[in-house]
């Protein structure tokens, strides 16, 4: 059943949502999706030691982890593969590195052997870091399933997947074709042989925030208000509340 959307407009019928999300979009005012999506490749990119093999399926147009991770030289990767349906970005090309290859208008589960197998060093050894931000919401659960089985064939015996996606909590955002709710994504990835590790919030509701957090942190959320907007003040607590938080960074290992 079609997951209402919180417009109330009827979801147009499609097998992949294609929708980007980009910093020049929000040029008014600090977008809580986008601070959000930059905290969350900062927090992956101090979990990357240089060396490693990292996947980045749903890299988007301009492949913003990898120039994250071009900024210090203890998070350079061995190698570093973005995926994305769409096509590279004109106005903010992805970074050309040396380590860096980009698979772009290219859907991961139809052609994952080709972008392992062009690689000899990652199909032998598999990736050690897999990304994986704000992608499997715009897909079916049946595809979602198989999108999470298809990165057990590609990560290695030790690596880990960071996921990250919305959490359904009665209505869907319209371009997402379903959103999760936090036991329903536990079950599927179970289903996929992986386990979750850790987990934590990336942004909540300034509602959320009163109703939940403790009068310290109610204290200090309003001491911050002064130089902060709400925006950006909805990062600040939901790391520490997940199932509160409107988006959930999931880590996960075999």
């Known amino acids: 059943m079609s997951q209402p959307t919180r417009s109330g407009k009827k979801r147009p019928d499609r097998r992949f949502d294609k929708t980007q999300l980009h910093a020049d979009h929000h040029g008014r005012a600090v977008h809580r999706d986008y601070a959000?999506?930059?905290f969350r490749w900062g927090w992956v990119a101090r979990q990357i030691k240089r060396g490693d093999r990292i996947l980045d399926v749903g890299c988007g147009q301009e492949a913003p982890l990898a120039s994250v991770l071009s900024g210090n030289m203890s998070t350079v990767p061995?190698?570093?593969?973005?995926?994305?349906?769409?096509?590279?970005?004109?106005?903010?090309?992805?970074?050309?590195?040396?380590?860096?290859?980009?698979?772009?208008?290219?859907?991961?589960?139809?052609r994952w052997e080709d972008v392992t197998?062009?690689?000899?060093?990652?199909?032998?050894?598999?990736?050690n870091v897999i990304v994986c931000c704000e992608v499997i919401e715009h897909m079916e659960v049946a595809d979602g399933l198989k999108l999470l089985q298809t990165f057990n064939k590609c990560l290695a015996e030790d690596g880990r997947i960071y996921l990250s996606t919305p959490v359904f909590n009665g209505k869907a955002a319209l371009n997402h074709i379903h959103?999760?709710?936090?036991?329903?994504?536990y079950h599927l990835i179970f289903d996929a042989g992986f386990k979750v590790e850790r987990r934590f919030g990336t942004f909540m509701s300034a509602h959320d925030v009163k109703k939940y957090a403790s009068?310290?942190?109610?204290?200090?959320?309003?001491?911050?208000?002064e130089y902060?907007?709400?925006?950006?003040?909805?990062t600040f607590l939901a790391p520490l509340?997940?199932?509160?938080?409107r988006n959930n960074l999931w880590v996960l290992k075999k």
């Open 228 to 234: 902060y907007s709400g925006e950006v003040l909805a």
């Open 241 to 245: 509340y997940p199932d509160q938080s």
């Open 78 to 110: 061995e190698c570093y593969v973005g995926v994305d349906l769409n096509k590279p970005s004109i106005k903010f090309p992805p970074i050309n590195a040396g380590w860096a290859t980009y698979w772009f208008e290219t859907s991961f589960m139809d």
């Open 36 to 38: 959000a999506h930059f």
């Open 179 to 185: 959103e999760y709710e936090i036991k329903e994504l």
């Open 215 to 225: 009068e310290t942190e109610l204290e200090l959320f309003d001491q911050l208000k």
């Open 117 to 127: 197998v062009a690689n000899d060093y990652t199909r032998s050894l598999g990736f």
